[in-house]
Antibody, heavy 124, light 109 residues
Framework: EVQLVESGGGLVQPGRSLRLSCAAS????????MSWVRQAPGKGLEWVGFIRSKAFGGTTEYAASVKGRFTISRDDSKSIAYLQMNSLTAEDAGVYSCNRVGYASGRYYFFDYWGQGTLVTVSS | EIVLTQSPATLSLSPGERAILSCRAS??????LAWYQQKPGQTPRLLMY???KRATGIPARFSGSGSGTDFTLTISSLEPEDFAVYYCQQRTNWPADFTFGPGTKVDIK
């Protein structure tokens, strides 16, 4: 059974940093791209960024709203993905979930498994 | 940037009725569209990918159709557990960007 478990959320002051972790199990972690999606309270879904598998270079892509402030990394030996968030603002508050990127018809483009999410609150 | 628009924003129906949800892309995305269901207090669950393929464990009452810019998610006969918010989603390769529609809430009439 595929499981994704996020941790590291909490209350943080504006301008500070926070690192989220996503522990994966039930599949060969290193074979998959992993992504982060967030949801502000009462709002819709917003993609944050993703990291390709090592087979595709392990490179990262980010949404414009977080580029330059957030960094995604992975440790395939531990089956963990990370989201390092710097210079946080109130607009970054919400539930952050990690997702496995699914592959179909020659393209990686959807999220086939989701974690339960971890809440990030940005407030002084 | 490709924008996804969903309609209606809210759909009020009774159990047993058919639900038809629409997702429109601002430019052609072929069939690279996914649908998700989100219940209160939960993260989303994948329902469909490639516009019309059901994800693992999704009941047959869910079906998807469309290609290009216009897509539909149909729930043939609503069960009590189907009342939720539904999102469509696509990805562009360059620049790499995953976008979601604003969602359609299916609530009990």
């Amino acid at each position: 059974e595929v499981q994704l478990v996020e941790s590291g959320g909490g209350l943080v002051q504006p301008g500070r940093s926070l690192r989220l972790s996503c522990a994966a199990s039930g599949f060969t972690f290193g074979d998959y791209a992993m992504s982060w999606v967030r949801q502000a309270p009462g709002k819709g879904l917003e993609w944050v960024g993703f990291i390709r598998s090592k087979a595709f270079g392990g490179t990262t892509e980010y949404a414009a709203s977080v580029k330059g402030r957030f960094t995604i990394s992975r440790d395939d030996s531990k089956s963990i993905a990370y989201l390092q968030m710097n210079s946080l603002t109130a607009e970054d508050a919400g539930v952050y979930s990690c997702n496995r990127v699914g592959y179909a018809s020659g393209r990686y483009y959807f999220f086939d498994y989701w974690g339960q999410g971890t809440l990030v609150t940005v407030s002084s | 940037e490709i924008v996804l628009t969903q309609s209606p924003a809210t759909l009020s129906l009774s159990p047993g009725e058919r639900a038809i949800l629409s997702c429109r892309a601002s430019q052609s995305i072929s069939s690279f569209l996914a649908w998700y269901q989100q219940k209160p207090g939960q993260t989303p669950r994948l329902l469909m990918y490639d516009a019309s393929k059901r994800a693992t464990g999704i009941p047959a009452r869910f079906s998807g159709s469309g290609s290009g810019t216009d897509f539909t998610l149909t729930i043939s006969s609503l069960e009590p557990e189907d009342f939720a918010v539904y999102y469509c989603q696509q990805r562009t390769n360059w620049p790499a960007d995953f976008t979601f529609g604003p969602g359609t809430k299916v609530d009990i009439k």
